[in-house]
């Protein structure tokens, strides 16, 4: 699991130095509330806040 | 009742249940923005509130006023000011709700549109009706039209259609006393009186919240077309753009890059670039094919007698999948690879042309002072609006926001860059957004004016509860 999950380390990184919130397009889970913590990009900024 | 309760309670009446939040995950999220900023205070907001409707954000900017309560208007988060944080805390309006197209009207090339739309959304309805919406940063997939007429941002087809604050003919605004107004509508030269489009466009939403603009769209040029020149300088650069603009060429694209940035966007696709390169221009065509090859062809001619040297394709072709985001293209981009290690922040500044160089040595000189040689991004120009002739420049530095000191560094860099980008006479510019640190240079550059400015601002928000503590205003 873990190594499966580590070649996706570079975009996790790069989404928490960035935030860009181009992973709200077609996300299943933002487009319920259209809350931004509901996105990619939420998950990451609480994780690495 | 605690007062965060009293408000909260207000405004679940306005939106329901299911549009704010006052839990700290939700709230979080809209800590940070796109810039560096984020990482040096705490901007967490008290409540989130998603309106649907202008009326929806009237009611909440009553509410706010009759409790003193500041607003902090969000679009996509983009912001590479930190323009939308929320310096005071208090209520977080994320407008990403309200993303109708209203209309697309072909035949006046006008349309209508909610402002939390983002401007991919807007592309693709355009598109549908055989018309071109021109504004397209890189953020576009995410960032809004109400973030892009508040904060400008620039566009990679804004040399011959200009920036965002170009697209606009008419729009809704919701004043900080809880008013709405309309200004303009879908006829292009619409200025009854004083042009009052251009007190809201570019203000970060200070002086209201705008909620609907029309936009222009244009004829969907059949063909597009590119070629990069390579420079041994910045100044042989400039003066090939004034030759391209005196030969009658009509680019879409004028983006320059010094050879940092070039490396950093050609990192994903992994382009060679060539030894002697020092600058490089991207220039961009659009229309007919015999007229975009002849354009091509010329830009090229202008370019070699001022001393440049055409970049092979796979360099012209990696550099605009790089640039070039939208639905179609992002997973091309190295858009947020590049990202990986450091923090990306810029400073924006505008200069008399022939000072560029000067600038950007400057530049070089106070990274070395501080530092940062080998994390250099490098500097870029890009032209806009309507001409080939570049006018902004920008310095992007990556940080790492793990070393402490470096965002305290930051912020003295900034310093430095704007204090002598005034000394050598020229200006913050708007082109990304003044933001949440840019007060004091944007006061000293005012001068006076600054006095109207606040005047403007007393009588448009009287309360002073939109974007309290931003953008220079107490």
Redesign the interface.
Known sequence: MTERLSKYE??A???M??????C??NCPAYSQ?????YSA??KL??LY? | MSATDHLFEKLVNVVGSNYLSIELCDRLVYSKDYSIEGFAGDYTPDIVVKPASVEEVQQIVEIANELGVPIYTWGGGTSMSGNPLAVHHGIVLDMKRMNRILEVDPDNLALTVEAGATMAEVQAAAMKHNVFFTHQPESCLSSTIGGALSCMGISIFGAKYGYAYDQVIGLEVVLGTGQAIQVGNKSYLNVPAHNLLNLFLGAEGTLGIITKAVLKVYPVPPTRDRISIGFPDIATAMEACKRVHSSGCWPETVYAFDRRSLVQYMERAKTPIPEELSMAILFGCSGESDMVEKSLEVISRCCQETGGYELPTEVTESWWDAVNINRETFDKSNFALSHTDYEPDLIDACLPFSRFQEFSDYCDEVKREFGWVDIDFGSFIVAGPRGPIPFCIYFSVPIDTRIPREVEKWFEFKERMYTRALEMGGSVSNANGVGLRSAPWVREQLGSAWDLLTGIKSLTDPNNVLNRGQRGFD
């Open positions: 570079d975009w990184r790069a989404c130095h960035l935030r860009c919130g181009l709200r397009e509330l259209k809350l931004d913590s990009k939420g900024t609480m806040h």
